[in-house]
């Protein structure tokens, strides 16, 4: 609310540039926070494929999250008014690959009720396929919103 009430002085005060500058600070802000988010459902998303992938099974709460993760990642990337999205593929390839290792490690603590550190838990899943199978969820998801929408 601060940069707003800046913004708003600049203006009133015929300082545009200043409050061009201010704008563009305000919108490096909100890209940030939906990239935030993103991540932030990247690591769930990837949290529950590396269980699945270790334990080579599957529950309906991880589907669950699995479905949830994909399409919350695809709302928050969207630019509703300009169109087009906050990460383009190769910049969601980019942030699964920040994203996997606190999500292994986050895994870890669940997978096999907790009994395997980080690194024996990467042993048993096979990381580039994860993020493979990540990334087509989200792209498929995008381009056909609606379809194969249905957890199994």
């Known amino acids: 609310m601060e940069e707003l009430f800046e913004l708003r002085t600049c203006i009133e005060e015929g ?3 200043d409050a061009l500058v201010l704008l563009g600070e305000m919108e490096e802000m909100s890209r940030d926070d939906k990239i935030n988010k993103i991540e932030s459902f ?13 334990e080579k099974r599957s529950t309906r709460s991880w589907e669950v999250s699995i479905f949830n993760s994909v399409c919350r990642i695809n709302k928050t990337n969207r630019r509703r008014k300009s169109g087009g999205y906050y990460l383009k593929p ?12 606190p999500a292994l490690k986050r895994a870890s603590l669940e997978a096999f009720e907790g009994t395997l550190n980080v690194r024996d838990l990467a042993r048993k899943a096979d990381e580039s396929q994860i993020k493979k199978e990540a990334l087509n969820l989200i792209l498929v998801a995008r381009e056909s919103p609606g379809k194969n929408t249905k957890i199994h």
């Open 15 to 17: 300082r545009y540039t």
């Open 42 to 54: 990247l690591e769930i998303l990837l949290l529950h494929l590396i269980k699945q992938h270790a």
């Open 90 to 101: 190769d910049e969601l390839e980019e942030a699964l690959e920040e994203s996997y290792l």
